[in-house]
């Protein structure tokens, strides 16, 4: 890796270059989603550790859908994980070798029937990077075409349709928890705030501003 070196605000360097020397990795578990390894590791000078860490063989996406009113559409539904019900922008899963856009387009679907016409990329996201190489991939999507949802077998899922505004107070007072979504819904609405969204998805986002 090349080493890069710049110069900070406050006039201190700025090194960017890799520390971790890895001196093995070892596979502990793998499934068809993610690995976990346990690699030792030195950083910098100091003495070699285990770094336990999870590898995804898959990454996310999240979609935020607009549609002609200027709503968006949530789901909803209990993750076994965190053992409770979460209310989320449609998203799932995307094979490596995949297009996410391809992906975003097939969770959309899936989860609420709605087609778009029309898709941005918001941002490549990632969660605890000290812990886990996973990202999610965030959309947002309009020029929408209603349709039948047709989840997973094991997703038992719920529609919330509202202004584009409300889903935001919902991150802002908690309610809404997944990462990814509040990364895509905050996203757009700071980007709204500045005008650096198409403008036919401004308007329509600004029909109902609350």
């Not at 969770?107 to 087609?115: A, D, M, V």
């Not at 700071?190 to 986002?205: C, F, I, N, Q, S």
Request: with cysteine; glycine share 8%; charged share 25%.
């Amino acid at each position: 890796m090349q080493h890069q070196r710049a110069e900070s605000l406050d006039g201190l360097t700025d090194d960017r270059a890799n520390p971790w020397t890895v001196h093995r990795e070892e596979e502990r578990f793998a499934c068809s989603y993610f690995s976990v390894r346990s690699d030792t590791v030195a950083h910098g000078a100091r003495l070699p550790r285990v770094y336990n860490s999870i590898r995804m063989r898959t990454f996310g996406v999240s979609v935020v859908p607009i549609d002609d009113e200027g709503c968006t559409t949530l789901v909803g539904q209990y993750r076994y994980v965190v053992d409770r019900f979460t209310w989320e922008a449609p998203g799932g899963g995307c094979k490596l070798d995949q297009a996410p856009v391809e992906a975003a387009q097939m969770e959309l679907s899936e989860e609420t029937g709605y087609r778009a016409d029309h898709w941005l990329q918001l941002f490549d996201a990632s969660l605890a990077p000290g812990t886990i190489d996973g990202r999610t991939q965030c959309f947002v999507a309009w020029g929408l075409q209603a349709g039948l949802p047709h989840p997973e077998p094991e997703e038992r899922l719920q529609q919330r349709r509202m202004p584009f505004g409300q889903a935001v107070s919902m991150v802002l007072s908690g309610e809404i928890t997944s990462f990814s979504s509040i990364t895509a819904l905050l996203g757009i609405q700071v980007k709204l705030a500045r005008g650096e969204l198409p403008t036919d998805l401004m308007k329509l986002l600004r029909q109902h501003p609350r």
